[in-house]
């Protein structure tokens, strides 16, 4: 099992540019979820999917997007991108039934800066 | 969602156990206990968790109340790899994976 690979590692993107980071998992969890991290701060949930075709917005959703096509994808998109938006973020999966459930596993993080 | 409650650091000895306390008073019954820990600007990594017996593992032991409103990690022998921040987190079915501050835990020589 690979867990939870993010791609791109490293990004920097001009103020308004778009882009997409990916975040796929091998574990079939059905819950997944982004965060991002600024310098020195806690994470912060963006949004997160109980399921595909299934999102709900986190504590910080705007100025992202993302979808649920597949129990293994989960995109977030950036559309406008601005310096605010300069963070590290990181993708999370895990598994959650009725009787309980598994610990979140995290990938390894996209380092983004918008100049 | 439930909300937890944790001092913003501490340190300890290396050696020594570290125990690390946080406060949980809102919890649901289906939720469950959860403690990360974060080094550097490394994706959380997972401790261990439990929803109402106390748990042991290779790397930790979690304390829960009888009343579940409170819980304790206890590092048994801090080394200096084991400064990071340490979050406690009470989640489950019906509630989001949200992360606090956490504590800063410092192990020094």
């Known amino acids: 099992n690979a867990g939870v690979t993010q791609t791109p590692k490293f990004r920097i993107l001009k103020i308004g540019q778009s882009m997409t980071l990916q975040c796929t998992q091998d574990m079939n969890h059905n819950y997944m979820y982004w965060y991002r991290q600024d310098p020195g701060m806690g994470l912060k949930l963006i949004y997160y999917?109980?399921?595909?075709?299934?999102?709900d917005k986190g504590e910080v959703p705007n100025g992202y997007n993302v979808s649920r096509s597949t129990t293994e994808d989960f995109p977030l998109r950036l559309e406008l991108a601005a310096p605010s938006q300069t963070s590290v973020y990181f993708c999370a999966s895990s598994f959650i039934g009725r009787t309980g459930g598994t610990e979140a596993f995290f990938g390894q993080g996209t380092r983004l800066t918008v100049v | 969602d439930a909300k937890t409650t944790q001092p913003p650091s501490m340190d300890c000895a290396e050696g020594r156990a570290a125990n690390l306390p946080c406060n949980h008073s809102?919890?649901?019954?289906?939720?469950?206990v959860y403690w990360y820990r974060q080094i550097h600007s490394q994706g959380p990594q997972y401790i261990i968790h439990?929803?109402?017996n106390n748990e042991t593992n290779e790397m930790a032991s979690l304390i829960i109340t009888e009343d579940r409103k409170s819980s304790t990690l206890i590092l048994p022998h801090a080394t200096l790899r084991d400064t990071a921040v340490y979050y406690c987190i009470v989640y489950g079915a019906n509630s989001k994976l949200t992360f606090g501050k956490g504590i800063t835990l410092s192990v020094r020589p």
């Open positions: 999917s109980v399921g595909a075709g299934i999102t």
């Open positions: 809102t919890i649901s019954g289906n939720e469950y």
């Open positions: 439990g929803l109402k």
